[in-house]
């Protein structure tokens, strides 16, 4: 049924595309179709070659209905004349790049068409990452990127409760792992404290988003994401002491605060119990299967330091007819038959696509952040100046969460964390526009 639907929908594009160009504030729906789709992810989704049962980071050709309303709204940003260029900014010539050096290891991949399957999803990131940038920087409507966040965030939230409260031990809401949402909900709950520490909450937008806020954190403690509850105080803590800079005075943050420490302490109390049984009651077998996949990883990447044995090809080369379980496991003294992936996307990307691919990827994750670090400096005073404050927080607890798990190569955190980039970008290339209006605003 779904093969018929997307059918449909692909021979729509054409029309969508030509109602967009003649009703261009239309695209503003097509937005808003976008973060939708990203509620019910999975449901508006289609695998094409799908290898269901493939225990890797991408499992078929993946389209979703984000993918036809991102390429639709491309096509009609196009005609319009609204992309001068190509790659539009850094970070996104540094994704490209970084594409570029994932792309030799093809040529040792065992399975070629498994391969594909990430090259294909790092292809429809870059549709998606265009259109939200094109977007931004076409409509300057930052306001409805962060009502479209929080409503998400909300959406996630109600999923999790549910699934919570029906008797599901570790939630993962509408993501497909608790891992994955808990990361991305570290990404989302930063911005939205920031918004809350920073701003006046006046009007019915300033109460969503303050109210998203708290609902993230739940939703991280909820997952109980050993990686995720240990990257809270690192997330909001960088939050806190870059609001704590923007110049408005620290009285009023700390009127704020007092009360949320409150809640925040009885929350953590009546929690506590459970996260201390999550922690103590760990199975060693957990910490034991990431050293053991990370000595694989190593042993792989001594045979391929440089070209990696083939992007999406980790679980192939785990397989007994290849020697790296055994000189893994002759090392550490044990057997290992393992099919999982290892649980460190650096070291996951350095075996499967080499160390140049791995220097590529983390340029461009630090790039981003070198941006929010910049961005403090320059949106002081603006309203804006906290969407840099949470995104350094943000960035830095997914960046430092990545070095436990691989959650970061699941395409729907990908997606998340390409939203956050673009909303990035834009701050970034056109702070002046914004420091002037706040400028004007002073002046009248």
């Known amino acids: 049924m779904k093969y018929y639907v997307f059918s449909l ?22 937005f808003w179709g976008m973060v939708a789709a990203m509620c019910l992810y999975h449901p508006t989704s289609i695998n094409f070659f799908s290898h269901e049962d493939y225990p890797g980071s991408s499992r078929g050709m993946e389209v979703s209905l984000i993918h036809l309303l991102a390429f639709a709204s491309l096509v009609a940003f196009l005609v ?66 962060l009502v479209s966040v929080a409503l998400f965030t909300l959406v996630n939230f109600f999923v999790v409760a549910k699934q919570h409260y029906g008797g599901v031990y570790q939630p993962s809401g509408v993501f497909p792992h608790r891992n994955c949402m808990g990361m991305a909900m570290l990404l989302f709950g930063p911005l939205f404290y920031a918004y809350y520490l920073t701003r006046r909450l006046k009007t019915r937008v300033d109460m969503l988003c303050a ?5 993230a954190t739940v939703a991280t403690f909820w997952s109980y994401s050993r990686g995720s509850i240990a990257m809270v ?34 929350g953590l109390l009546a929690m506590m119990p459970r996260l201390v049984s999550r ?15 990370a000595h694989c990883a190593w042993e792989m990447i001594k045979d391929n330091p440089f070209a990696g044995v083939g992007i999406n090809n980790w679980s192939i080369n785990m397989g007994p007819e290849y020697p790296y379980q055994e000189r893994a496991g002759d090392a550490l003294g044990v057997k290992l038959t393992y099919n999982g992936i290892v649980e460190t996307v650096y070291l996951l990307i350095w075996a499967e696509c080499g160390i140049f691919a791995l220097l590529g990827f983390i340029v461009w994750l630090l790039w981003y952040w070198f941006v929010c670090f910049r961005l ?6 603006t309203q804006w100046y906290f969407i840099a404050a949470g995104l350094l927080g943000g960035f830095t607890a997914n960046y430092l969460q990545s070095a436990l798990e691989w959650v970061l190569r699941q395409q729907l955190n990908l997606i998340c964390l390409m939203f956050m980039f673009a909303l990035a970008s834009y701050l970034n290339t056109s702070w002046r526009k914004l420091v002037s209006e706040k400028e004007t605003e002073s002046a009248t």
Do not use: H
């Not at 050096?101 to 070629?112: M, Q």
């Not at 109210?211 to 609902?215: D, G, I, T």
């Not at 609001?243 to 009885?266: E, F, Q, R, T, Y």
């Not at 922690?279 to 050293?291: C, G, K, L, M, V």
């Open 9 to 30: 929908a692909l021979l729509g594009l054409p029309f969508l595309s030509f109602l967009l160009y003649f009703n261009f504030r239309w695209v503003k729906y097509a």
């Open 211 to 215: 109210v998203a806020f708290p609902l």
């Open 80 to 145: 319009r004349g609204k992309i001068q260029r190509l790659f539009p900014e850094t970070g996104y010539k540094l994704y490209f790049i970084y594409f570029l050096l994932c792309l030799p290891s093809l040529a040792y991949a065992a399975d070629g068409l498994i391969a594909w399957f990430e090259v294909w999803k790092m292809i429809m990131l870059f549709i998606f990452y265009l259109m939200v940038y094109s977007y931004l920087k076409t409509t300057d409507d930052v306001r409805s990127v």
């Open 279 to 293: 922690f103590e009651n760990a199975p060693d077998a957990s910490t034991n299967t990431r050293i053991e996949l």
């Open 376 to 381: 403090l400096r320059r949106l002081r005073g």
């Open 233 to 266: 105080p690192i997330a909001y803590g960088i939050t806190t002491m870059a609001c704590s800079w923007d110049g408005k005075g620290l009285a009023g943050k700390v009127k704020k605060l007092l009360p949320l420490v409150i809640v925040a302490n009885i």
